[in-house]
């Protein structure tokens, strides 16, 4: 017989939808930034709210990040991040925290980013196996060679060595 998470069945209800299911329309705005880069324009906004969790004693606040990008297309596109940090409410200003969250996804996409725009590693067909996180490694080999090297463009140094 199959058991299910937390996080799917409505009767237990996770630390995930638990933080989603918060009055978010009522928890007012501790931060708005509005920036502009690579063609689009990029709204965020941060909510918190002080919550605590049994499973997770530390936890302190939750966090709501809402943002939109308007590309040049004008296509609007909204996304939503919960997150729980042990982080007391007051303890930071908004704009802390954002700043703080914006450099932890930086940091994460880093990779991600260049394996998916360099490498073109989502329209990959390879899909069988282990072999696409196979592939992702060699991607990620090529990525820190380059950047051991000293390159912060890795288009530019994969062209560099493909002409070698």
Known sequence: MPTTSPRSNADHPGPFDLVRRLPWREITL?????????????????????????????????LQVVWGKDFTSGKLTIERVYLI?????????????????????KIGNLPHHVRDRTFREEDSKIHADHLPRIMAGLRNLAIGVHRQDGHTNIAAALRHTAHD
């Open 30 to 62: 501790d931060h708005r930034d509005r920036t502009r880069g690579h063609h689009r324009l990029e709204i965020r906004r941060l909510k918190t709210t002080a919550f605590a969790h049994l499973h997770y004693p530390d936890a302190r606040q939750a």
């Open 85 to 105: 940090t042990s982080l007391p409410p007051g303890a930071v200003t908004g704009a802390q925290l954002a700043d703080w969250i914006r450099g932890h996804w």
